[in-house]
């Protein structure tokens, strides 16, 4: 003989009904914020290759009081690793952008 289970009727189908609905929307509105978090990230990581990028000018721009006669020596060393950290910021911020770009896609939509 088949096992029957009794499957709710009236007011409780209803009720679970509309638990599942709002759990669905619930999953949708927190699919939504994290999307718009990652977006968030992008912008920061456009952020960190603009200050890579200030950083770098204004480590030229030390280096060039190199050839003052009294300051010259004295900023060559600074110049120089200011201008090796900024390198380093500069191109890490573009594969993070696009990592955070498509990530917030993936999360609005399926299709990109």
């Not at 201008?83 to 999360?107: D, F, I, L, M, Y």
């Amino acid at each position: 003989m088949p096992l029957r289970v009794p499957l709710p009727a009236g007011r409780r189908l209803v009720a679970l009904d509309l638990a599942v609905v709002v759990w669905i929307g619930a999953w949708a509105v927190l699919g939504l914020a994290v999307a718009q978090e990652v977006r968030g990230l992008s912008e920061l990581s456009q952020t960190v290759r603009q200050v890579g990028g200030a950083v770098q000018e204004s480590g030229r721009t030390i280096g060039s009081l190199s050839s003052l006669p009294l300051v010259g020596g004295e900023v060559e060393e600074p110049a120089r690793r200011i201008e090796e950290a900024a390198a380093a910021w500069w191109p890490a911020g573009r594969p993070v952008a696009r990592a955070c770009a498509t990530s917030a896609c993936c999360w609005v939509s399926p299709w990109g």
